[in-house]
């Protein structure tokens, strides 16, 4: 079946740096893939949605500057949290689309969490 | 490696029917369990959080209950609507990872 692998699954960095997440569909081609973030005992929440080949579009709230998403090929999107603090310290989860006609069941990766120090 | 199983796969009901989706995973140690809807092509809409201290969550027509011990949840949808027609995902929180089951298809039809 359809395979997303995220990585890392576990970062700890410094306040102040950047870390870059990746979400990669293994073997399947995915248009489109959404990212998430995990607060602790609260609902996952929807961050972003990135098309291939074009910006992301992101949910009220998400600062664009933060959190720079990148979808440049058709199996690899990723997440840069830019000068992160402890406040960014979360899990953040991806999900894919295939771009099948029909296949609209999303596939998730197994997570990465952050801490910043 | 925790698992997660949806059952039924596929489920089609008339309007007005109460129903239940069926949740499972292999190991109990979780944080907390969530059930998601899914729109065709969309993302996924939150729907209830259950953490790992409560046994059941109630938002409206819905009802979701969590059994960890023996590593069961049901989602309870009551009077059932065309509305409510979709996939319904169910997720698991562990230490370091979130783990999804593969989804119940809903149909209600009209």
């Known amino acids: 079946g359809a395979v997303v692998s995220q990585h890392p699954s576990r970062v700890i960095c410094k306040s102040g740096t950047s870390v870059k997440i990746e979400c990669r569909s293994l073997?399947?081609?995915?248009?489109?893939m959404f990212w998430y973030r995990q607060f602790p005992k609260k609902s996952l929440m929807l961050m972003a949605t990135s098309n291939e080949g074009s910006k992301a579009t992101y949910e009220q709230g998400v600062e664009k500057d933060k959190f720079l998403i990148n979808h440049a090929s058709l199996t690899l999107s990723t997440l840069t949290v830019t000068s992160a603090h402890p406040e960014d310290s979360s899990f953040y989860i991806c999900?894919?689309?295939?771009?099948?006609?029909?296949?609209?069941?999303?596939?998730f990766g197994a997570g990465s969490r952050l801490t910043v120090l | 490696k925790q698992e997660v199983t949806q059952i039924p796969a596929a489920l089609s009901v008339p309007e007005g029917e109460n129903l239940v989706l069926n949740c499972s995973f292999t190991?109990?140690?979780?944080?907390?369990l969530q059930w998601f809807r899914q729109d065709p092509g969309k993302g996924l809409t939150s729907l209830l959080l259950i953490q790992s201290s409560q046994r059941e969550q109630t938002s409206g027509r819905l009802n979701a209950s969590l059994d960890k011990s023996s590593g069961r949840s049901t989602l309870y949808i009551a009077a059932s609507q065309p509305g409510d027609s979709a996939t319904y995902l169910c997720?698991?929180?562990?230490?370091?990872?979130?783990?999804f089951g593969a989804g119940t298809r809903l149909t209600v039809k009209p």
């Open positions: 190991d109990s140690a979780i944080y907390n």
């Open positions: 997720a698991v929180e562990g230490n370091n990872d979130m783990r």
């Open positions: 073997d399947f081609q995915a248009t489109t």
């Open positions: 999900s894919a689309l295939p771009g099948a006609a029909g296949a609209n069941v999303l596939t």
